[in-house]
């Protein structure tokens, strides 16, 4: 049973429109991850959070951006969401360390018309 | 930097098969290593992981991987497949730089025949 939650499960918006992914964990993890996937394909690091007031941008740019006010919630916002970001959007979160593996939400699957 | 290369994008089994899914990684020191499931439209569920404690690694559901450091590999394996197998499996290996990033393979998608 996934005790890290995201919000919404699915989500159509039109272009231009902001939106705000909610992910939560309750499992006290310091470390929080977004990635991005497309369809049959690998994920990406888009940003990353070490604790909190601790953000970074991952391995892929992207126009979104993240906020780590408290240990359990790590929201990503599009300020304006284009056609080019509809994709599968997961949350994921780890203790520190690194043989600690990495828990993951159910994802957020965005599509922007 | 750290890669992870999955040998195949696809496999295809009959059920009560064995299922092999191929893992190379390059890595100058010993990583720690992980494998993940994910079903359709599910995130990512570990399978299991290598932490240097044993080469021969099992997990849940039947897998088991073996780490073989001379040829920097971390195959998936189960003796017999099973119709609920069919997904997405991700080879994964923790980043020599920064330990808690951890760096993704492609994905292999297992296809299981009845």
């Known amino acids: 049973e996934a005790d890290i939650y995201q919000t919404p499960r699915y989500l159509v918006i039109g272009t231009g429109k902001k939106i705000t992914l909610e992910c939560s964990q309750t499992m006290g993890h310091d470390k929080m991850y977004w990635y991005q996937q497309d369809p049959g394909m690998e994920l990406h690091l888009i940003h990353y959070s070490y604790g909190v007031n601790s953000t970074e941008k991952g391995d892929l740019s992207s126009e979104s951006t993240v906020s780590r006010i408290r240990t359990e919630h790590f929201p990503l916002t599009l300020e304006s969401a284009r056609p080019s970001h509809t994709s599968q959007y997961l949350c994921a979160s780890k203790w520190d360390g690194e043989d600690s593996p990495l828990h993951f939400g159910n994802g957020t699957r965005l599509t922007v018309t | 930097a750290q890669s992870v290369t999955q040998l195949d994008s696809h496999v295809s089994v009959s059920e009560g098969t064995p299922v092999l899914l191929r893992c190379n990684y390059s890595?100058?020191?010993?990583?720690?290593l992980f494998w993940y499931v994910q079903h359709p439209n599910k995130g990512l569920q570990l399978l299991l992981k290598?932490?240097?404690?044993?080469?021969l690694v099992k997990g849940i559901n039947g897998f088991e991987a073996e780490f073989k450091k001379s040829e920097t590999s971390f195959h998936l394996t189960k003796p017999s497949a099973h119709m609920s197998d069919a997904a997405e499996y991700f080879c994964v290996v923790s980043d020599q730089s920064d330990g808690n990033k951890l760096v993704f393979g492609a994905g292999t998608i297992l296809r299981v025949k009845s």
């Open positions: 290598y932490t240097s404690a044993a080469t």
């Open positions: 890595s100058s020191y010993s990583p720690s």
